[in-house]
């Protein structure tokens, strides 16, 4: 569990304002009262989505669970319990039971009816900046942080189980977990971004005080209801949910919690993902303001224009992303190599990259690999985790890749500071990371390219995501190849390299 905020703003009147219209034009009568559905809502102190202020359950899930009740005629009641298993059980158990600020995944997602997304989160292992640890550290090296501070059963342990993490402490509950951090009890802890941000806030500043040592996970968190309920009401409530969303009235909610607050700390319609993997995909700006820009940018900012709405793009990593679109509804991922294997687990819309892979050294160094067998030899090769070159290495046979880096800036940056001997990236992204780290092109030298690691790369959408909007993107992505557009973008950052073809899909 977590302590609250000493202290939170008011919510905006105007929020308020709506409830009291809503609630005033369904409820004008007592025979209209006897047919409005009453959900029991269970919470836990879980600032900044619920937690118990001055007697009243409030937080950021709380105030949009009120506005998207009020506009489908329901009234909810509010509990605070002590523990999220007991809550989960209670709302199983129903009648008319409903659970806020719990974390959609594949095992709970038969459990409940869900409405959702309402907020959303990040799960980062921390540590302070006083460790020495360091940031970005990626998995292998996360995975060798002497001791890491967890709450038992929560997803954001389960989640670490699952990937190799052994070396977890746990413990009962959130509170008992950060003690062990702030007294030095273990060297980092693995939260949620604002769970942290807010119990730190007065003692420590996150950007000042804490490295982010490891990112695994983008929890989407929803009002799950007991079976019980009525499909009807169900439906009404996501309706709701998704015209507050495409009217920022759900981005209103979290600024009169974080008046900063971006429209990529909370969720759209469509989850729509990416991650870093320049020249394709890149972060510019502040963390508390950035921006995305790269050709793939460009081409989805480009099909959602088209298709008259622009859902917001989260940045995720490779990991977390591709497991996404695996259960949440209506979600989607890019950018996704598509392989026979991967072929029936998501839908698929594209191609929008092409990726030819080569072997780069220094060339102060002075190596010369002719081919795969000789690059065997090396004693070290970098290449972003799990990411399609990695994957290919490996099915090589290589045994000396370097997987501790998320993207190929990092993987780059390894060459450049003689971390290895060689570096096993895209061709296309070469000139953007030489003029990025400030490199002459001359000091990279290509040893070989590998055709047969050639991938494209594709826009892969979640099974639960409707037909009618697979067809709409790839309808807005073939008229943008009819009419030049798309040769455009891929001209702007590739010039004359050759596009995408789709040829590589299976058939």
């Not at 490891?214 to 009404?236: C, H, L, N």
């Not at 969720?267 to 502040?286: A, H």
């Not at 990371?433 to 030298?445: D, F, M, P, S």
């Amino acid at each position: 569990m977590q302590s609250t905020p000493d202290s939170i703003n008011a919510r905006k009147l105007a929020i308020w304002f709506v409830l009291a219209i809503c609630l005033a034009l369904t409820g004008c009568s007592d025979s209209s009262n006897h047919h409005r559905e009453i959900l029991t809502v269970a919470t836990i102190e879980q600032a900044p989505n619920s937690y118990t202020e001055n007697g009243s359950i409030v937080g950021t899930d709380v105030d949009i669970a009120k506005l998207v009740a009020a506009d489908s005629g329901i009234d909810l009641k509010f509990e605070m319990l002590d523990a999220a298993q007991e809550a989960i059980e209670i709302t199983q158990a129903g009648p008319n039971r409903a659970l806020l600020g719990i974390a959609y995944s594949a095992e709970r997602a038969d459990l409940f009816q869900w409405v959702g997304p309402i907020s959303k989160g990040r799960y980062v292992i921390f540590a302070k900046k006083s460790t020495g640890i360091g940031s970005n550290l990626g998995l292998e090296k996360a995975q060798g942080i002497t001791s890491i501070a967890v709450v038992e059963g929560w997803l954001e342990t389960t989640t670490l189980e699952k990937i190799g993490f052994t070396n977890l402490k746990r413990y009962p509950s959130y509170a008992e977990a950060y003690q062990a951090f702030d007294t030095n009890e273990v060297m980092a802890i693995a939260s949620d971004l604002m769970q942290l941000v807010i119990k730190v806030r007065g003692k420590y500043v996150i950007v000042d005080d804490m490295d982010l040592c490891f990112t695994y996970k983008t929890p989407f968190y929803y009002m799950a209801v007991s079976k019980d309920v009525e499909g009807s009401v169900i439906d009404a409530m996501q309706q709701h949910l998704n015209a507050r969303i495409m009217d920022e009235s759900t981005l209103t909610v979290v600024k009169d919690y974080f008046p900063t607050a971006i429209k990529q700390i909370i969720p759209d319609v469509l989850q729509l993902m990416t991650e870093v993997s320049p020249p394709f995909i890149f972060k510019t700006g502040p963390i508390n303001n950035y921006s995305l820009e790269g050709s793939s940018i460009d081409v989805v900012t480009e099909i959602q224009r088209r298709n008259g709405y622009q859902e917001t793009i989260h940045l995720t990593t490779w990991v977390d992303g591709s497991d996404i679109v695996q259960y949440l509804p209506y979600s989607a991922y890019f950018t996704t190599v598509r392989t026979p294997e991967r072929e029936e687990s998501v839908q698929w819309v594209g191609p929008i990259t092409a990726m030819h892979p080569g072997l780069y050294t220094l060339a102060s160094k002075n190596l010369e690999i002719a081919n795969l067998a000789a690059a065997k030899g090396l004693s070290a090769i970098s290449t972003p985790y799990s990411w399609p070159s990695y994957l290919y290495l490996l099915d090589q046979g290589f045994t000396n890749v370097d997987g501790s880096y998320h993207d190929n800036l990092q993987s780059f940056q390894g060459l450049l500071n003689g971390e290895v001997d060689a570096t096993f990236i895209d061709a296309e992204a070469i000139d953007w990371l030489c003029e990025k780290t400030g490199t002459a092109r001359a000091a990279i030298v290509l040893q070989f390219e590998e055709p047969a690691a050639y991938q494209e790369g594709w826009i892969a959408f979640s099974h639960t995501t409707p037909e009618a909007t697979i067809k709409q993107w790839q309808a807005s992505l073939d008229a943008m190849r009819a009419d030049g557009t798309f040769a455009e973008i891929w001209q702007k950052w590739f010039g004359d390299a050759p596009l995408p073809t789709g040829e590589l899909a299976p058939r």
